[in-house]
């Protein structure tokens, strides 16, 4: 067993406590940094929930849509004139089938504007 003079044993001493103080600091900032953690996740939760809207909705841009006009596309057409359907006609039906969006609507097919 080594016996230390009083200025090794200081030595010693100092060298212990600065340890223990920075253990203590280390320790100190940890709490901390999880203490910030714990309060940015209850104010921000990792994952927010996801809203969805139902299957039928349909959102519009109301500076680009015109809720009236159809387009018709080129089978739009052929299928218009191989019926014998005037092109206005076919497209106000289709408008009721479109804002139908997937219910059942009855399509006045008659070659007869009324």
């Keep these: 067993m080594k016996i230390l003079s009083e200025v090794e044993v200081e030595e010693e001493t100092i060298v212990m406590i600065e340890m223990i103080e920075a253990e203590d600091l280390i320790e100190k900032e940890a709490m901390k940094k999880e203490e910030a953690d714990q309060e940015a996740e209850v104010r921000e939760p990792k994952q927010p929930s996801q809203v969805v809207g139902g299957a039928s909705r349909t959102v519009a841009n109301p500076k680009t849509s015109r809720p009236n006009k159809v387009k018709l596309t080129r089978d739009d057409i ?19 089938a479109d804002k139908a969006e997937g219910e059942y609507t009855t399509i006045i097919t008659s070659k007869r504007g009324g």
């Design 78 to 96: 052929e299928m218009a004139n191989r019926w014998g359907i005037p092109l206005e006609r076919y497209a106000e039906q289709k408008l009721v």
